[in-house]
């Protein structure tokens, strides 16, 4: 089956440095890759998403790249805000004709310092 | 474009209490449609899904139960809540076929409810 493998946290970050957080997956199909943002108290929302090998999502500063060879699609930011603090999960949703469920990782939680 | 609505934002039960919990998405037909609940500080865990009205899975054996009464009108019930019920309970959805799932495979998340049972 489907799996989603991301870094434990807490990230603890000072403002303006450098962010990765990686993530790799196991799929028996070509998946669609997506990365989700949860502020406190908040439902998640989508960030970013790629769809085949070698694309690259972006969006807020934040990007993913779709590595097929190394089954990756790490996140990275080059300068983080206090305002990025949040819970990022990574997931995968399956191609037409495969699961109905998308897959979620555990979630990392971001903590930025001014 | 689509929306979903879920609510009540937050709820405060007491053990043995029923529960309802409503979900509905807008501007979209056949949606498939997702209940999860976060614990503090954990991931994401899947309740119930559902491809279709009347159509439900179950993922962990448990207090809740769900339904689909309309296509897309998602309910989680409980005939008597329990302490272990509490936590951050999302509904969600996905494009279920045909070109708008080829389009967007992602999930979209409601607010969230907060259930304290206590």
């Known amino acids: 089956g489907n799996s989603v493998t991301q870094m434990e946290g807490p990230v603890t970050l000072s403002e303006e440095a450098f962010l990765t957080i990686n993530c790799t997956y196991t799929?028996?199909?070509?998946?669609?890759l997506f990365w989700y943002v949860q502020y406190p108290g908040e439902g998640l929302q989508l960030l970013l998403k790629a769809t085949k090998a070698d694309d690259k999502g972006s969006n807020k500063g934040f990007e993913a790249t779709y590595r097929k060879e190394t089954t990756s699609f790490h996140l990275e930011k080059g300068s983080v805000q206090v305002s990025d603090s949040a819970v990022y999960f990574c997931?995968?949703?399956?191609?037409?004709?495969?699961?109905?469920?998308?897959?979620f990782g555990r979630g990392t939680s971001l903590i930025v310092h001014p | 474009s689509q929306t979903i609505h879920q609510w009540p934002a937050t709820l405060v039960q007491p053990v043995g209490s029923p529960l309802s919990l409503e979900c509905t998405v807008e501007?979209?037909?056949?949606?498939?449609l997702y209940w999860y609940r976060q614990a503090a500080g954990r991931g994401l865990q899947l309740l119930f899904y559902s491809v279709g009205i009347g159509q439900i899975s179950s993922e962990v054996p448990q207090n809740l139960s769900a339904s689909r009464p309309q296509d897309r009108q998602f309910i989680l019930s409980s005939k008597k809540l329990l302490l272990s019920d509490s936590g951050f309970y999302l509904c969600a959805w996905r494009e279920s076929s045909g070109t708008a799932y080829l389009m967007n495979t992602e999930a979209f998340f409601g607010q969230g409810t907060r259930l304290t049972v206590v």
């Open positions: 501007g979209t037909s056949n949606p498939n």
């Open positions: 997931a995968l949703s399956d191609p037409p004709g495969g699961s109905y469920i998308p897959t």
């Open positions: 799929a028996t199909g070509y998946p669609s």
